[in-house]
């Protein structure tokens, strides 16, 4: 933006004028343009503005400003929480129970089972059930707000070390500490 189309306010006589060196009404000294102060619009339009973005892959992304979160799932309508209204935000892991529910009935069709062929890949199926509850966590931020009521967004499901994980735990690190900068309890 060239310089002669911003105006400025004289901070001694209050008049508009083109961007200068000094006011042409009383001479006063003029801030430049880029160091001016901030208008009341301004300051409520910087406040929502998101100052950390963070992308957990498959277009799915948290946003935080000064008086915002944001949660952008793949698809389905975002998740908007007034940072004043919450209280508390946690990064929740467990393991994956609902494995365990195939597992069940896996372990019940092997105990009906006639054929040792059968039985052996049902035995698999347990076992990798099992397997999969025991070795794989399921990954979610719970937001509590100040009346009381909480909400669950689930991130992912994953091994210790694969990328989505590696990727949840790098946003909660760079989430945890703007949150507790913005009065937010982890």
């Not at 992912?156 to 937010?184: D, F, H, Y």
């Amino acid at each position: 933006m060239p310089s002669e189309k911003v105006l400025l306010f004289c901070p001694q006589c209050g008049r508009p004028q083109p961007a200068k060196a000094s006011c042409v009404a009383c001479g006063a000294p003029l801030p430049p343009p880029s160091n001016r102060p901030l208008g009341g619009r301004d300051l409520i339009l910087k406040a929502y503005q998101p100052f950390l973005e963070a992308d957990l892959g498959l277009e799915r992304r948290i946003l935080l400003s000064a008086k915002r979160f944001e949660w952008h799932p793949r698809s389905g309508d975002p998740v908007i929480a007034e940072v004043a209204q919450i209280e508390r935000v946690r990064l929740l892991s467990r393991p994956v129970w609902e494995s365990l529910a195939i597992g069940a009935a896996a372990l019940l069709a092997v105990l009906l089972a006639r054929g040792w062929v059968s039985r052996a890949l049902l035995g698999a199926i347990v076992i990798l059930a099992v397997a999969a509850c025991v070795l794989q966590k399921q990954y979610a931020l719970v937001l509590t707000t100040r009346d009381g009521r909480s909400r669950r967004i689930d991130l992912g499901i994953g091994t210790r070390r694969a990328p989505v994980v590696q990727r949840i735990e790098s946003v909660w690190g760079s989430l945890q500490p703007a949150l507790k900068e913005l009065g937010v309890g982890t």
